[in-house]
């Protein structure tokens, strides 16, 4: 019998989570049954997931009407609302955590705070404590204010996941925030041994802009192989610097590689193969978080193989002949940052409005 394709690709060193969270999921057994069989080793969640969850089902009717009593506060609502979920999720994934094979669930800061260094560092840690799981990371986004914010959580002795990281050029800040977070926590004379973090790389967005621009500069050969050329060029600087002497000091004190973790790895043009993200970009120590739909088509058709450092030449000719065509990556990827934090806040108001919504339901039928 072959062994599931989603379990082989740990034999290849990669651990995959999935980019998807809601009660149901988590209720109906569906999750336990993903661990078990499949071996998913972690989950993702952010504002759009949870927006879809939670307008789109009755499942938190009953929580939300106990916490309108309490909390005036949308916001507050919902992240009461997501810490139940997180909490449960993150209590599934609890013996692969213990068995030391991730086991990690993200909760995100309001996209709103992706400019304001010390909020996001104030929510971070509130959220951080009132989960309170050692198995979950916050998500804080690779904009320029939250790399301090990074720096200090990581100092603080939070498990971060980075999200929202587009370019090379800002996961090299990434890693020296990571570092430094490091180091600062060593200088003021704490354990770093438990703290775990990922590098989210957001990848199918950067074909998607890129790809158009490519075919009215008459390359369309190029087409769908940038982002997979930015990730491979990434793992290359994973590599440097975490094989660096000033990481090596710092393992001798217990710290853990911040490993590269591969984000928007849905096939967003139906012209490219649905497991295109999955197939290319498996290789040691890297993480995979896979949307539902996609998890599914690879069990049933994907081809587990080392890629990730196949073909290099091939991913620096590829970014060496994109500038030669006048497309600016840097400008790209700033272009993504912004427009992705815009994505976020749209569905992040938008459930804010369910839960208002659903309150209103509530106290409309009570009074009947």
């Known amino acids: 019998m072959e062994t599931n394709k989603i ?23 569906q999750l336990k049954k993903l661990i078990e069989e499949d071996g998913l080793r972690g989950m993702t969640s952010n504002p759009a997931i949870f927006e879809k969850a939670i307008s789109g089902s009755t499942d938190y009717d009953e929580q939300i009407r106990e916490l309108a009593a309490t909390h005036q506060n949308n916001e507050a609502i919902f992240y009461e609302l997501a810490i139940t979920d997180i909490q449960n ?11 030391g094979q991730d086991g990690y669930i993200s909760l995100e ?44 959580t990581i100092s603080e002795g939070l498990n971060i996941n980075i999200t929202l990281l587009f370019g090379l050029n800002r996961y090299e800040e990434v890693t020296e925030a990571y570092l ?79 490993r590269v973790l591969w984000a ?52 620096i000719q590829t970014l060496a002949q994109l500038k030669k065509t006048g497309i600016n990556i840097d400008e790209i990827t700033a272009q993504l940052e912004s427009e992705a934090i815009e994505k976020f806040n749209k569905p992040y108001d938008q459930l804010l409005e369910a839960i208002e919504d659903k309150k209103g339901h509530t106290i409309a039928a009570i009074d009947a």
């Not at 082989?8 to 109906?28: A, E, M, P």
């Not at 996209?111 to 304001?116: K, T």
């Not at 929510?123 to 979950?136: C, I, M, P, S, Y």
């Not at 295109?276 to 290789?283: E, Q, T």
Request: net charge neutral; with cysteine; hydrophobic share 35%.
């Open 264 to 315: 928007s790895t849905g096939t967003k043009d139906p012209s490219f193969p649905d497991t295109k993200y999955v197939d290319a970009l498996i290789g040691p120590q890297t993480v995979n978080t896979i949307p539902l739909e996609t998890l599914e088509a690879y069990r049933d058709h994907g081809h587990p193989e080392n890629r990730l450092e196949k073909d290099l030449d091939k991913a």
């Open 7 to 29: 379990k082989q690709l740990q034999g290849f060193g990669q651990n995959v989570w999935l980019d998807f969270l809601d009660r149901k999921l988590i209720n109906s057994g």
């Open 109 to 152: 800061v309001s996209p709103h705070l992706a400019h304001d260094t010390n909020r996001t560092i104030r929510q971070a840690v509130e959220l951080w404590r009132k989960v309170d799981r050692e198995n979950v990371m916050i998500k804080i986004p690779a904009t320029t204010d939250g790399l301090p914010a990074i720096r200090k």
């Open 89 to 99: 999720a993150a209590d599934l994934f609890k013996p692969v955590f213990e068995r």
């Open 180 to 258: 430094s977070g490091l180091e600062d926590r060593i200088e003021a004379g704490q354990p770093v041994n438990h703290i775990a973090s990922v590098a989210s790389f957001f990848l199918s967005r950067i074909d998607v802009l890129v790809d158009p621009l490519l075919e009215t500069k008459g390359h369309p050969e190029m087409k769908g192989e940038v982002a997979i050329a930015c990730a491979k060029q990434a793992y290359q600087i994973y590599k440097r610097v975490f094989s660096s002497e000033r990481f090596k000091k710092l393992q001798e004190k217990g710290a853990r590689p911040q």
